[in-house]
Every structure is written in structure tokens, then in C-alpha cells.
């Protein structure tokens, strides 16, 4: 499956540090590109979305294994937080465009992530 037959895609760039500079270099090249600013801490997010997950509006692919295990080690003192940020990220970027942006005012469908 090509990223085109991909729809709708994005690309999510954390608009921050690195990530300003990262946007820049690949807006061009790659479509969908989104940069995103993060919105308060790593612990604030990992609030935010946990009643998503705990509720079932959020699922995950068989291939996930890595992203569960570090969801669960997740610390907001510090660690091994790579794929458990840009996993908060994608899911309060879809909940802000995708699920409240198109005025769903029911509760959104499952989504599944996969790394």
C-alpha cells in the first residue's frame, strides 16, 4: 500500500527543539506533513488521553507490543518516553481534528495505532 492510498494521512511533527527544523527540511518532500506544538507537559497529555484508552476509544494493532510495554513503563519523572509521546500527540491531534473538528458529539470510534 503506497502513501498514497493512504487517506486521509498526516504526518505529525512535534513543533519543537528538532522538530521546527526537521518541518522546514521535509515540507516539500513530504505530503501530509503537520507540525504540531505540544501543549503542556508529557504528563499532562498522558492525562489527557488515558480516559480515551481506558474507555476503549482507542485501539491498538497486533504489531504494538513495543508502544503497550512502553505505555505501561511510562514516568512522567523521566525514561524511555519516545513512542509513548508521539503516541499522546497523534491521539489529542485526532480528537481535536478528526472527532471534535467534524462535530461528532458522540463518542468517536475505536482508531488503531500502530508504530
Partial sequence: MDRQ???PHAVLI???ANGSAVCQL???QVPGLIAIPPK???A???HAVAPLVEAGQVRFARKADSLIEELLAFSPRGGVDDQVDAFYQGVLWIEAQYWRGRGHSSAPLPMVFSR
Fill in 44 to 46: 499532562s497529555r498522558a
Fill in 5 to 7: 492510498s493512504l487517506w
Fill in 26 to 28: 521535509l515540507r516539500r
Fill in 40 to 42: 503542556g507537559s508529557k
Fill in 14 to 16: 512535534e513543533d519543537a
